[in-house]
């Protein structure tokens, strides 16, 4: 008959994506039935009841299998997509959380407790790729950790993302000032020693005189934008 071969493939306990192919053996799942009619052997074939179980874990599952594509992408940048996925994930645990399945309730709430537990603590990756995504910037991660956290610490969270992104903004202008140093000594050694004293000046000032540089402020602005 020239139909296309359908192979079952195993779990691994480690990747959601790939419990998400048990969708493989629902769509052949009439084969099975055959097969134990014909083999006396098998004897562990699900009953109609399993398989609507089945179609409901995947419905679950679907949303996840999505995620992992998104996020394990290669031909893109995806640290800018971690914080909008994860988002999605929460409100898709929360719509099935009222399911009308019992076993469905108590399945998410346990993964809705191990996601809790995991995103309790500020992201600061995810965060700061999605502030340097330039369609979403700072809105997005206000609006973002006002799903993920407690009204008590969503601001204590804003700040640290801010901290660490002040921390990460001042790393790369020091290495451009080290750069734009290196290019000016090359034309005079007069220049050589004012660049030297400037990047001296600059790795010693505290965090209160580089907060107020225009530099600083500017991007401050930018990221704020809607």
Known sequence: ???PVRKLILDVKTR????????VAYNVKDAFSI???KDASFVTCLTKEDWEKVKHILEILSPFYEATQIILGSDYPTSNLFLIVVLNVKGVLEQFSCHVEAFVRSMVSKMQEKFDKYWEECNLVMS???ILDPRRKIISLEFAFESLYSTAIVSKNIDVVRESLHTVFNEYKMLHDVELSVQRS???SVHNVSSASHITSFSEAPNGQMRNSST???FESYVKEK
């Open 1 to 3: 008959m020239h139909l």
């Open 16 to 23: 959601r994506n790939s419990t998400y192919l048990l969708n």
């Open 35 to 37: 097969y134990m009619e």
């Open 128 to 130: 700061i790729g999605s």
């Open 186 to 188: 090359s034309s005079s």
């Open 216 to 218: 600083w402020s500017k």
